[in-house]
């Protein structure tokens, strides 16, 4: 059997200027880096997003979410892939959207991010790799304001920004969990003011989320110039924009503002740019990459990381809210596999038929399809198929999704890629056609802990939060410095419901622990972290980085 790279260098690309004529675009609208990749340039952008931004102008829009991950895999990218195919194969005009793959899970534990079997996008390699450099500008935009915030304080500090109060972290797009405390400035006079700093990944950065949420370069300037760094020994809060750098850390950003244009195994168009994480920061590829998609197909599917308490939530509430866009449909990826591990089978024992486990672990996927309905969005249920799933398996899922009100849909876009979703495809195009009555799930006016009190005991199922003092502290000067209207972002475990990664299945009637907040003024939200989770990712004891190498002639192997 070959594996998913090998699947990938033996497909035979389109260049991409034809693949841009699919979506009725010349080569003249594209910069292409080499023959298989391009951008958009920035006269077509705003022709795409004014067309994009008219409702009746633009395409269906298709979320695909999942279940809650395991270690048995979900595969939502490679349902993402194979839907859009898939709804080639039946004739319709589809686009697909996503998220550029972080170097973090590639070199980590989840590997590439390319979707799967014959369901990928291509070139695989340079997707989860470099690709057009766009995370590593995000990277070098963020690390220039943290130079540029530390040289203020060495060079006289005019603004008085107390070092013990700055929040503005540097990131580097790779786990390492040494960084995430660490003291700079250490050594003689000249080498800077000592203070303690910290890293993150630059895919939970806040110049990432304002990247993916910017439509302009103007957008991005003001952001940018949103951001709050820190506040003076007067407790004054100080913005980046008070520093009148911003035009420089534009400059880093402007082909990264512009989506990408690539394709799948099958040469369906797809638009691949942005890469926040689901589970720290808000989960969604950039909007600029969506309208384009709206603009140029009938229908777009595209994804938000993780489950549907996580990126689909943040999807509805931070992304569509700001942009005046919502999904005519969603789909949640589940398999039989992890449908079983949350019914409590051990992943050694996944192959052996459990209808037992199937019906406990169903639970956690009847959460994610009442959550998506919290939202007036009609759902369906796409079972990805392994080999080890056996008939009567499948037949219950698909009888407990009834039970919900909702359809489930054998999915086998992995071994058959958009042939495999035909079925999908055609569900889709149903719901897509029925009535949505799209609503966010809190409103803008409640308050920063109402807001976080609602997502907990609406989409987590927690009885209550519990604030500490810290927390509650800073919301309250958050809201009296004006920006309680905010949106939130929660950062919790991506392997559970809860806050708590051993938590399976559907937990209920718990205590939600808000321990930390921080305020991302640019971005446009707050993210509360609730529970361990942390923004720096640590390597694990065998990273899929001792599976990966390169040969003379170039190619890689072990990627995923």
Not at 32 to 38: E, L, S
Not at 460 to 481: G, H, I, N
Not at 500 to 526: E, I, M, N, W
Request: aromatic share 6%; proline share 3%; with cysteine.
């Amino acid at each position: 059997m070959l594996s998913d790279i090998e699947i990938a260098q033996k497909n035979v690309m389109d260049e991409i200027t034809g693949v841009a004529e699919k979506l009725n675009l010349s080569a003249g609208d594209l910069e292409t880096y080499g023959k298989y990749k391009a951008k958009i340039s920035f006269e077509k952008l705003r022709e795409l997003q004014n067309k994009a931004l008219n409702p009746s102008e633009r395409g269906k829009l298709i979320l695909v979410t999942a279940m809650t991950p395991t270690a048995a895999g979900e595969g939502k990218s490679t349902v993402t892939i194979a839907l859009g195919d898939g709804l080639r194969h039946i004739g319709k005009k589809s686009v697909i959207a996503l998220r550029e793959p972080s170097l973090g899970p590639c070199f980590g534990i989840k590997g590439g991010a390319c979707g799967g079997g014959y369901a990928q996008v291509v070139p695989m390699e340079d997707i989860n790799l470099h690709f057009t450099g766009d995370i590593h500008a995000i990277t070098a935009a963020n690390n220039l304001m943290a130079a540029l915030i530390d040289n203020h304080l060495q060079q006289g500090n005019e603004l008085g920004l107390d070092p013990r109060t700055i929040s503005w972290k540097r990131c580097v797009d790779l786990n390492d969990r040494a960084l995430r405390n660490v003291i700079v400035g250490l050594g003689s006079r000249i080498d800077g003011v000592p203070r303690e700093s910290h890293f993150q990944i630059s895919v939970a950065s806040e110049i990432m989320a304002i990247v993916c949420l910017s439509k302009t370069i103007s957008e991005l300037k003001e952001r940018i110039s949103a951001i709050t760094i820190g506040e003076t020994y007067a407790r004054v809060p100080v913005t980046f924009g008070q520093l009148k750098c911003t035009g420089a850390v534009a400059a880093l950003l402007k082909d990264a503002i512009r989506p990408n244009l690539v394709q799948t195994l099958e040469h369906t168009p797809a638009f691949i740019h942005g890469g926040p994480f689901a589970n720290i920061a808000h989960g969604c590829n950039s909007i600029n990459a969506t309208l384009c998609a709206l603009a140029t197909g009938d229908y777009v599917v595209t994804e938000a990381g993780f489950a549907a308490d996580l990126g689909a939530e943040k999807f509805m509430d931070i992304k569509c809210r700001m942009n005046g866009i919502h999904p005519d449909a969603a789909v949640i990826v589940a398999t039989v596999r992890a449908i079983k591990m949350h019914g409590g089978v051990a992943k050694a024992d996944l192959s052996h038929e459990n209808l037992e486990a199937v019906k406990k672990g169903f639970a956690n996927v009847r959460c994610h399809i009442e959550n998506m309905k919290k939202f007036g969005v009609p759902v369906v249920v796409a079972v990805n198929k392994f080999v080890s799933d056996t008939d009567a398996e499948v037949a219950l899922v698909e009888q407990l999704a009834s039970e919900c009100d909702s359809t489930a849909v054998l999915c086998e876009g992995w071994g058959k890629g958009g042939e495999g979703a035909v079925a999908l495809a055609n569900k889709i195009v149903e719901l897509c056609d029925s009535e949505c009555d799209f609503k966010n799930i809190y409103s803008l006016d409640s308050t920063l802990e109402e807001k976080i009190e609602t997502l907990a005991k609406e989409i987590y199922r927690a009885d209550r939060v519990e604030f500490e003092s810290k927390a509650l502290k800073k919301l309250k000067a958050y809201d009296a410095a004006g920006y309680g209207k905010l949106p939130v972002c929660i950062a919790k475990t991506q392997n559970s419901i809860s806050h708590d990664k051993s938590l399976l299945g559907a937990p209920s009637g718990y205590v939600f622990p808000v321990r930390d907040v921080q305020l991302y003024s640019g971005a446009g939200f707050v993210v509360a972290f609730a529970g361990d989770i942390v923004d720096m990712p640590g390597l694990p004891k065998a990273p899929s980085a001792l599976n990966i190498d390169v040969d003379d002639n170039g190619c890689i192997s072990g990627l995923f």
